[in-house]
């Protein structure tokens, strides 16, 4: 059937070009029936030949009258099926018999989507929603869920740490946000984790999710689809799915092992050069330098060994299924002191009821998960330590390493003193659960169509992090630290009820059906965060294991509690799968918030229109289904921290008392507040189309949409007397994201059920213009209408940052200086534009700063090519980004000879102060600022399959970030989301081998 | 790949419905009560725990002294930590903000008495009276009132007999509240003075205004005044009664006599804050801050100003520092440290170190004569000169070591690098010689007493009765000479200047008056009366639409 398929779309290309002869006409008649056991006859499929066409009766009969004769091909599709053409001849007065058995096909508008409580066919899909299948998902050593579907949805924007499991942000259609978090709301089996919710000692608070046990990854990236999540889907949902089981028990095993090594890391003068430069610019410092060559770096890093296993039972009876899931990983870091360890489990288990009128559903999942850290201090004295220094010393009799002379704070520290001397891990165990019970009450005919769900989860984690600095190593000693002990133990519990009734009229209601989903969602949440911090410690004979005698101790608790209590409604109104229409509205009370403003409503509505379905498209061949969609809708952003509305007392210390009748009294304060503070609230309109051309060769969609984000968190001046402090945080900004995406998968090549060739890709690509509209109209405008963004520190100076929040720019724009160049194309020391260009000046804040660039990309592409050829499997993919600038923190910090001289020992330089000479560090040039685009080859995957005792087994090899082209000089252009790159964890390349094995 | 299955697809079942049935109505009543039970809760609210709030902060019978604590802070530290950290205002330096440093610098720098050397951006336009709106200092003045005045509001609001009587306080922590309400009020009117001063038609913002509502409305200065003197005719008698110094119930804290001293000094100006004079009230104020009998001039005049000046029976009302327990880099410890410079020696005035700033102009050094104790402390050494030439140099011009953390018998401070010295809002050397001021404008009273009671000052600093005022010469100007004399630096010059139309204008020029900071000519020109008050911020223009410039600016 395969091979027809392919022939017919061979022929279907050269259709056009066949020769129509005689004017005499015939009659086309058959039957289209389904390709399988059952060869059911297939209703209201389309079948046309030329300009005739005709829809199955229900017995799937179709007749073709008045069609020319000739010889042509003759044509059936609908939707969920593969179309199918096959030629005809036909004489004049004759009747041609042409019959069709169907093929289905899990094609995107006929798969099912889940959507917020509920599943749709992606065909009546009003929104903007996005589902990814464990089919798709990436392959290699993955540790987070998120890494699963990086480079397949176009909007989406997934940012990693570089770290072994490391933290993973996304960003679905830009950043909407400055004061509260920007990531998506992650829902597993329809548990909402929260914005910021997950605690986690570890990497990433999705990590307790082993990626072997999702089963699909749907983000919501319009209004339309996110609003039912109300307060929590400013930044997009993604709704996680995890594997249940299905027909006979089967029993699944996957290991691999995987090998990764260091891409890159700072470019540092080596030995002779350190030695040159401080010879010509330090002199004095010249009777220092060992007679070492010490490469920093090559003793920090290594090959990072690790292993994935990962085992599941599964299996349905006549009415239940079941999974079980077990899974090991552990993966070692490309620096040392880094790994990750996590044992899952998972268990989904589905029961039927009463003839299937109750639906019992159990999923859980829970992790262990054991992270270790690089102690902090280990990558930047790596890039800072002279390489003419000698690593031991023998002399040094606490640690035995070697560190420049004197005890001085500026001098750099001995990487791998620190690495041996420290320690830094975390243990988190974490469990997501719930329980839906799911009732049909079909069998009463007055309820027929209505179904009632109730479900409860929970989301409980408990997390240990706990660092250790001995008191002997130069860092601590140096500032008087004198060894250090932290940690912090975090609980957190979340409970969920949701309740929902969903009613589908058994008649239509008008022209067409309704669709109807209403509820309540409570969900409340405790938590508590012990911390110890000690330093001065007085012995390091525990380790990390007590709290040894020290001279500074302090303990603190905090104890969260929050509630969200929901109602929702959902609206769904479908004329003949032609005219679609949706609304819902969700209201939200929150206990972020005061009186007054604990309630939130945040509404949606869109409209789809299947216009291939319409008469006057049918004619149009080269479209199988085409809809086109717009939406509207309010959505809210709450995550930031709790209380925020409510006056706090700040206690003072013991420096700050007052004399009240004989004796010091500690003085407190209330703090200023907006008590009518408020959800920051997103409007998004969205105009899009899904398609499917060619036969259905060529599926996707392409979105415009525009964001626009009011009431922003701005701590800002208040009108004097009206508040507690001059200052007070309050809903003031507002921000803009707006773009398109497009996404489109390709059937390139259909193997014939032989096993030839196939070839399936998929492209994405978004474009995304995020803009900052105002953030404090209490500043006058021009130039000082700006914040400088705490959250852009970077190394070098005290309290420097490098961007901005400047209305009319992105947010994070870079702010720096105009580096004026010589004619030799050498950056001209401390020469800059003067505002408005032409003239130069040194550089000044607030003066010739100006804001350019910022660290999103403009341009996201994705593609992902999968071929078969036979037994053999062959997959990459490859992602570029464009427009993302990098502020290369480690040559502006470390990029000038001053270092030398500086502090009391010489710090390595950046080498690119070999092409510079600067003198002086220039932190606000704008050289720094590098355009960070680039083309990486994300994975490439091998496979073979074997037929394994009539199961199967698949051995596969995996390179994950094959290679990266940039024109970035630092460690790696995605430096994380906020485009610093100083010292950061530099990317590995990873090879993996592994089988995956089913009986 | 072959024996992928469709999804979910249900078997056929054989029907047995009346057990469904029955089965249907369990699950719909289970449904439908955990349904109830849920949608019985609609109400989100979360109290926090680990955070103080209104809720619990309160629950502490200790918190109400614990806020006030932080209401007469707020003249003593500029922030929460020592040292000015954690400030109570944002978007200026925690030092620089100090409340008593402001308003000390807005009250001297401008006048005749002293001069400031520091460059750091606007403040050496304060010395020549060349600010604008956009001044940083003048601008935190304005925001130093209102965090008090915010602090007062909401201690009130907290403290209304509806809220402690909801926490169920005892009868008698609602006795000691009660007083607390009456210091804290007198606070408020405290700050509404210097704000209706300095700044003349500002919002008045009581405890009835909600936090966060509308931007408040300006009222006029008649208004402020009105209100600040009502309040405190209000409370004076819910004060308590200073005992004799050093008295541990009141130290540091607002009594009956202090309101006194206030509404003198209120009446006294009245005629510039209202345009109708009151010197009847201010000098009846005045006696019975005298005729209370609770304070003593200080025999010896500069122990007024020493680390232990907290056991001077002059102070009818100070500001309490602290060397270890009340840091701050303004108040005292400001006027100490920079006051002292280039071959000054720290240690001779208890203090770490010199911050070479503050300097007296030639106008102030000329009201003394010899033989005055009031202008011994004037250091006169021969590397410096008495004329003003460049604003920032130190030796230009004489600096005044009269505040001092040395005690009265010698010793130093607690902690040389903060002072224990009080800052001496009140004392009564000045209710004697606003007695006297009244009495020569007409205020009533005997002109015998008055003239006394400037003699009694004069005899303290030239410890005899020799020098006593001669005859005919009590007049006006007189006592403004005496004023400069007696209360030298202690914050009150541009206020009397003020009052005596002398302060802008060209009717009395002194050095810098008028002059351009930056610039080296010390010649004073005569200035423009707008600059009598000063701006409101430019910035709070833009927050408050309310708000209407002061003229001329």
Same mark, same amino acid.
């Given at each position: ?216 990854? #749907?983000?919501?990236?319009? !209004?339309?689809? $996110? &609003?039912?999540? +109300?307060?929590? =889907? %400013? *930044?997009?949902?993604? @709704? ?62 290594? #090959?990072?060994?690790?292993? !994935?296993?990962? $085992? &599941?039972?599964? +299996?349905?009876? =006549? %009415? *239940?299924?079941?999974? @079980? ?62 390489? #003419? ?10 640690? +035995? ?7 001085? @704070? ?590 | ?553």
């Amino acid at each position: 059937m395969r091979l027809g398929r392919f022939i017919a779309a061979a022929l279907l290309l050269i259709g056009g070009g066949a020769t129509l002869s005689a004017q005499a006409v015939g009659t086309i008649r058959g039957h289209v029936v389904t390709n399988d056991a059952t060869h059911a006859p297939l209703a209201g499929v389309t079948v046309s030949a030329g300009t005739h066409r005709a829809i199955t009766l229900a017995d799937g009969s179709y007749q073709l009258t008045g069609v020319a004769a000739g010889s042509d091909s003759v044509r059936a599709r609908i939707i969920g099926y593969a179309p199918q053409a096959k030629p005809y001849t036909l004489q004049g007065n004759d009747t041609a018999q042409v019959d069709f058995a169907l093929e289905a096909q899990a094609i995107t508008l006929a798969e099912v989507v889940s959507i917020g409580y509920g599943t749709q066919k992606a065909g009546d899909l009003t929104s903007s929603t996005k589902q990814i299948t464990d089919s798709s998902f990436n392959p290699g050593a993955v540790v987070s869920p998120q890494s699963l579907i990086e480079d397949k949805v176009s909007g989406v924007q997934v940012v990693d740490n570089n770290q072994p499991g490391g933290g993973l942000s996304i960003r679905v259609r830009g950043t909407a946000s400055v004061n509260a978090s920007s990531e998506p709301l992650y829902v597993v089996d329809g548990v909402p984790i929260g914005n910021g919710g997950g605690i986690s000692a570890g990497s990433d608070p999705l990590n307790f999710l082993n990626p072997d046990d999702v089963e699909s990854i #749907t983000i919501l990236k319009d !209004a339309a689809s $996110a &609003a039912i999540y +109300g307060t929590n =889907a %400013s *930044n997009g949902v993604v @709704l996680i799915t995890t594997k249940s089981g299905q027909g006979r028990a089967r029993v699944e095993y996957g290991g691999s092992f995987s090998s990764a090594s260091v891409t890159r890391l700072p470019s540092m003068l080596d030995a002779a050069q350190f030695r040159a430069a401080v010879t010509q610019y330090a002199p004095g410092a010249v009777s220092q330098l060992g007679s070492a060559n010490t490469n920093w770096f090559s003793l920090i890093d290594r #090959t990072g060994m690790g292993q !994935a296993h990962n $085992a &599941a039972l599964s +299996g349905s009876g =006549a %009415s *239940n299924n079941y999974r @079980l899931s077990v899974g090991y990983l552990d993966q070692d870091g490309v620096i040392q002191g880094s790994s990750t360890q996590q044992i899952h489990v998972g268990v989904n288990y589905n029961q039927r009821l009463y003839n299937d009128r109750l639906d019992l559903k159990t999923s859980v999942q829970g992790a262990r998960s054991y992270d270790t850290y690089t102690p902090g201090g280990v990558l930047s004295n790596a890039a800072q330590m002279g390489p #003419t220094q000698p690593v031991f010393d023998a002399t040094n009799v606490a640690t +035995g390493y070697y560190n420049w002379p004197g005890n001085s @704070l500026t001098s750099a520290d001995n990487p791998l003193e620190i690495l041996n001397n420290a320690t830094d891990h975390g243990t988190t165990y974490r469990s997501v659960g719930n329980l839906q019970a799911k009732y049909d009450f079909s069998n009463w005919e007055a309820l027929r169509g209505l179904t009632a769900t109730v479900s409860l989860g929970y989301d409980v984690t408990y997390a240990d992090r706990v660092s250790f600095y001995a008191n002997d190593i130069h860092q601590q000693t140096k500032n008087g630290s004198d060894g250090s002990f932290y940690e912090a133990q975090s609980q957190q519990g979340n409970t969920l009820l949701e309740t929902y009734l969903d009613y589908q009229p058994p008649s239509l209601l008008g022209p067409g059906a309704l669709d109807f989903t209403g509820g309540y969602s409570f969900s409340q949440s405790s938590a508590r965060y012990p911390t110890v911090s000690a330093t001065q410690i007085s012995t390091n004979a525990f380790g990390d294991a007590a709290i040894p005698q020290a001279g500074t101790l302090i303990t603190s608790v905090d104890v969260e509690d929050s509630k969200l209590i929901s109602f929702f409604g959902r609206v769904g109104y479908n004329i003949n799968d032609k005219y679609l229409a949706s609304a819902s509205v969700r209201r939200d009370g929150s206990s972020r918030f005061g009186p007054g403003n604990q309630w939130g409503t945040f509404p949606a509505a869109s409209v789809g229109w299947r216009i291939s379905q319409e008469p006057f498209m049918q004619s149009v061949g080269f479209i199988s289904d085409l809809k086109l969609r717009g939406s509207w809708g309010k959505t809210g952003n709450q995550a930031f921290p709790n209380y925020l509305f409510v006056s706090t007392y700040g206690a003072c210390n013991a420096t700050a008392e007052y004399p009240i009748g004989g004796q010091f009294v500690c003085a407190f304060r209330p703090s200023a507040v907006d008590p009518n503070l408020k959800w920051e609230s997103t409007a998004t309109w969205d105009v899009g189309a899904d398609y499917s051309i060619f036969g259905q060769r060529f599926t996707g969609s392409i979105d415009w949409y525009s964001k626009h984000t009011d009431d922003l968190l701005f701590t800002v001046p208040v009108a004097a007397g009206s508040n507690l402090s001059n200052y007070v945080l309050t809903n003031i900004g507002s921000v803009k994201n707006t773009g398109f995406d497009f996404d489109v998968t390709a059937h390139l090549l259909d193997a014939p059920p032989n096993g030839g060739l196939s070839w399936n890709t998929s492209f994405n690509v978004s474009h995304n213009t995020n803009t900052l509209l105002s953030i404090n109209p209490n500043i006058p405008g021009g130039a000082s209408n700006y914040i400088l963004d705490p959250t852009s520190g970077i190394a070098g100076g005290v309290g420097s940052t490098v961007e901005v929040l400047q209305p009319g720019q992105p947010v994070h724009s870079f702010f720096v200086c105009q580096q004026v160049y010589q004619s030799n194309g050498k950056p001209e020391e401390g020469v800059y534009l003067k505002p408005g260009g032409g003239d130069t000046a040194t550089c000044a804040r607030g003066y010739n700063t100006v804001a350019e660039h910022d660290p999103a990309p403009h341009w996201i592409f994705g593609f992902t090519s999968n071929m078969t050829f036979h037994r053999f499997d062959f997959s990459f993919t490859l992602r570029a980004w464009l427009g993302n600038y990098v502020y290369n923190n480690v040559a502006s910090n470390v990029g000038d000879y001053r270092e030398l001289t500086d502090g009391s020992s010489p710090y390595n330089l950046n080498s690119s102060v070999l092409k510079t000479g600067f003198q002086t560090q220039q932190l606000l040039s704008d050289y720094y600022v590098e355009n960070g685009s680039f083309l990486r080859m994300d994975n490439i995957s091998v496979g073979y399959t074997f037929p394994w005792q009539g199961e199967r087994l698949r051995l596969y090899a995996v390179v994950q970030n094959a290679f990266t082209i940039t024109g970035y000089s630092g460690v790696d252009p995605t430096a994380g989301l906020n485009g610093i790159d100083n010292n950061i964890y530099p990317r590995s390349r990873t090879f993996t081998g592994g089988l995956d094995v089913q009986f | 790949m072959s024996n992928s299955e469709t999804p979910l697809e249900k078997g056929t079942h054989r029907e047995r419905s009346g057990h469904m049935r029955n089965n249907g109505w369990k699950v719909l009543g289970i449904a439908t009560a955990l349904a109830l039970v849920g949608g019985a809760c609609t109400d989100p609210t979360v109290a926090p725990q680990s955070t103080l709030t209104t809720a619990n902060f309160f629950q502490d019978p200790n918190s109400y002294k614990e806020f006030l604590a932080k209401i007469y802070l707020g003249l003593a530290v500029g922030g929460q930590n020592g040292g000015d950290g954690s400030t109570d205002i944002q978007g200026i330096d925690g030092g620089f903000s100090q409340y008593l440093r402001l308003y000390w610098e807005l009250e001297e720098l401008p006048t005749d008495e002293a001069v400031i050397a520091w460059g750091d951006q606007t403040l050496p336009e304060i010395n020549t009276q060349g600010w604008n709106a956009s001044n940083t200092f003048v601008n935190a003045m304005y925001y130093r009132i209102y965090f008090q005045v915010g602090m007062v509001n909401e201690f009130l609001r907290q403290t209304s007999d509806a809220a402690l009587a909801s926490r169920g306080v005892s009868a008698s922590l609602k006795t000691t509240i009660q007083t607390y309400r009456a210091e804290a009020r007198f606070m408020r009117a405290l700050s509404y003075w210097h704000g209706l001063d300095l700044f003349g038609s500002i919002p008045l913002v009581t405890e009835n205004d909600a936090i966060g509502a509308a931007a408040p409305k300006q009222a006029t200065r008649t208004e402020l005044y009105n209100y600040v003197v009502s309040e405190l005719n209000a409370i004076r008698t819910q004060l308590p009664v200073a005992g004799p110094a050093p008295d541990a119930a009141t130290y540091g804290r607002a009594t009956q006599g202090a309101a006194d001293m206030l509404l003198a000094e209120l009446y006294l100006n009245a005629g510039v804050y209202t345009g109708t004079a009151d010197y009847a009230n201010a000098l009846t104020s005045a006696s019975n801050v005298i005729n209370s009998g609770l304070y003593q001039l200080n025999p010896v005049y500069k122990n007024n100003f020493t680390a232990d000046n907290n056991i001077s029976p002059e102070l009818i009302f100070a500001v309490a520092e602290d060397g270890q327990h009340t840091q701050t880099y303004g108040s005292t410890n400001f006027i100490i440290h920079a006051a002292c410079g280039n071959s000054m020696s720290a240690g001779n005035y208890g203090v770490d170190g010199c911050w070479y700033g503050l300097r007296m102009k030639p106008s102030a050094v000329d009201l003394y004569s010899a033989g005055d104790v009031r202008g011994a402390t004037i250091y006169k050494d021969t590397a410096w000169v008495e004329g003003v030439a460049s604003l920032s140099t130190f030796g230009d011009g004489y600096p005044n070591p009269k505040y001092t953390n040395k005690t009265s018998t010698g010793g130093t401070g607690s902690n040389p690098p903060f002072a224990d010295t009080d800052f001496p809002m009140f004392r009564l050397a000045e209710a004697y010689l606003i007695y006297a001021e009244a009495n020569i404008r007409g205020g009533g009273g005997s002109a015998a007493t008055a003239l006394g009671y400037v003699d009694s000052l004069r005899s303290r600093a030239y410890g005899d009765t020799l020098h006593g005022v001669p005859s005919g010469a009590f007049t006006v100007d007189t006592i403004l000479a005496e004023r400069g004399r007696e209360l030298m630096w202690e914050a009150h010059r541009r206020t009397d200047l003020v009052r005596y139309g002398l302060f802008t204008g060209g009717t009395y020029i002194w050095a810098w008056k008028g002059a351009n900071a930056y610039g080296s000519d010390s010649t004073g020109v005569a200035t423009n009366s707008h600059l009598d008050v000063y701006p409101l911020p430019a910035n709070e223009l833009i927050a408050n639409p309310n708000l209407k410039q002061n003229t001329g600016y």
